[in-house]
T-cell receptor
Framework: DAMVIQNPRYQVTQFGKPVTLSCSQTLNHNVMYWYQQKSSQAPKLLFHYYDKDFNNEADTPDNFQSRRPNTSFCFLDIRSPGLGDAAMYLC??????????????FGPGTRLTVT | AQSVTQLDSQVPVFEEAPVELRCNYSSSVSVYLFWYVQYPNQGLQLLLKYLSGSTLVESINGFEAEFNKSQTSFHLRKPSVHISDTAEYFCAVSTSGSARQLTFGSGTQLTVLP
C-alpha cells in the first residue's frame, strides 16, 4: 500500500544533542510537510517542501531545519533540542494543488522525548 | 487568513447514542473543509472532506458532515457511536488562496462510554 512512513516511532535524545527524524513516502507526492504537535493541541506547521522549494513558517525557530534529498525522503533536524521541543512530530504529503487534490496524508508520527 | 473553531474540547457520550462535533470556520474566500481523526500515539487519518458539490459528505464508517456556508459550519455527526470511535477529532480548512496549508482547529476528544 502507498503510504507515509516515519522512523523511528519513538526517539529519546538528550538536552542539546542534535537529533534527526526521517520521513519517506511511496505516494509520489510533490509536497511534504513537517508538523509539531504537543499534547492535547492541534498540529502546528513548521515548514513544507514543494518539490525542492523549501517554505519555512515565520514562527518556526531556527533550531529546526529540514532536508529533502529526493521526492521520497524528507528529514527534520533539531540542532539543539530543548525540553520544550518534546512533542509528536508528524510528516504529511499532498499532491500538487493544481491537480485539484487538497487533502494531506499523514504518517504515524515520531514521539520525541528530551531528557 | 482563515481560522477554525472547535467549541467543544471534550465530548463524552454513551455507546449507541448520537453525537455531533461542532466546527465553525472563518474565511473571506472559498474553502475546502476536512475532518481528521487521531487515535492515541498515531498520525492523523482523513475521515471526510468537502471540496465542492453536495454539501453533505459521508465517511465509510458512518460519520457525516454538512457544509453550511451561511452559518460557516462543518459539523460532524454520527447517529450511533461505538467504543472504537473514541479518538481526537480535528476539523481543518484550506482555501484556494493559501499556499497548500491546512489550518486546524484545536480538536475535540470524543470519548464513548460503555
Amino acid at each position: 500500500d502507498a503510504m507515509v512512513i516515519q522512523n523511528p516511532r519513538y526517539q529519546v535524545t538528550q538536552f542539546g544533542k542534535p537529533v534527526t527524524l526521517s520521513c519517506s513516502q511511496t505516494l509520489n507526492h510533490n509536497v511534504m510537510y513537517w508538523y509539531q504537535q504537543k499534547s492535547s493541541q492541534a498540529p502546528k506547521l513548521l515548514f513544507h517542501y514543494y518539490d525542492k522549494d523549501f517554505n519555512n513558517e515565520a514562527d518556526t525557530p531556527d533550531n529546526f531545519q529540514s532536508r529533502r534529498p529526493n521526492t521520497s525522503f524528507c528529514f527534520l533536524d533539531i540542532r539543539s533540542p530543548g525540553l520544550g521541543d518534546a512533542a509528536m512530530y508528524l510528516c504529511a504529503t499532498s499532491r500538487d494543488r493544481q491537480r485539484g487534490e487538497y487533502e494531506q496524508y499523514f504518517g504515524p508520527g515520531t514521539r520525541l522525548t528530551v531528557t | 487568513a482563515q481560522s477554525v473553531t472547535q467549541l467543544d474540547s471534550q465530548v463524552p457520550v454513551f455507546e449507541e447514542a448520537p453525537v455531533e462535533l461542532r466546527c465553525n470556520y472563518s474565511s473571506s474566500v472559498s474553502v475546502y473543509l476536512f475532518w481528521y481523526v487521531q487515535y492515541p500515539n498515531q498520525g492523523l487519518q482523513l475521515l471526510l472532506k468537502y471540496l465542492s458539490g453536495s454539501t453533505l459528505v459521508e465517511s465509510i464508517n458512518g460519520f457525516e458532515a454538512e457544509f453550511n456556508k451561511s452559518q460557516t459550519s462543518f459539523h460532524l455527526r454520527k447517529p450511533s457511536v461505538h467504543i472504537s470511535d473514541t479518538a481526537e477529532y480535528f476539523c481543518a480548512v484550506s482555501t484556494s488562496g493559501s499556499a497548500r496549508q491546512l489550518t486546524f482547529g484545536s480538536g475535540t476528544q470524543l470519548t464513548v462510554l460503555p
